[in-house]
């Protein structure tokens, strides 16, 4: 299983929170987040692309939500 860590449009209510999907590939990771939130996403980061994002840009500031997993 692997971390991906999804980011929301800033017009959305979860807009300063990222969400951590634990699922099997990338796909499977963007499924879970259509079922839960719609199209209201806008980005997908594997955990060193987020760490990296995160350093990078300084969004020290973004809350998690709490992690969503893919069913076995």
Do not use: R
């Amino acid at each position: 299983m692997h971390a991906f860590y999804f980011l929301f449009y800033p017009n959305y209510k979860y807009k300063n929170f990222v969400q951590q999907v634990i699922a099997e590939n990338k796909t499977s990771a963007i499924h879970i987040m259509n079922v839960s939130y719609s199209d209201n996403w806008y980005m997908i980061f594997s955990q060193s692309e987020f760490e990296s994002y995160i350093n990078s840009y300084g969004y020290q500031d973004i809350k998690p939500l709490p992690p969503l997993y893919e069913k076995k």
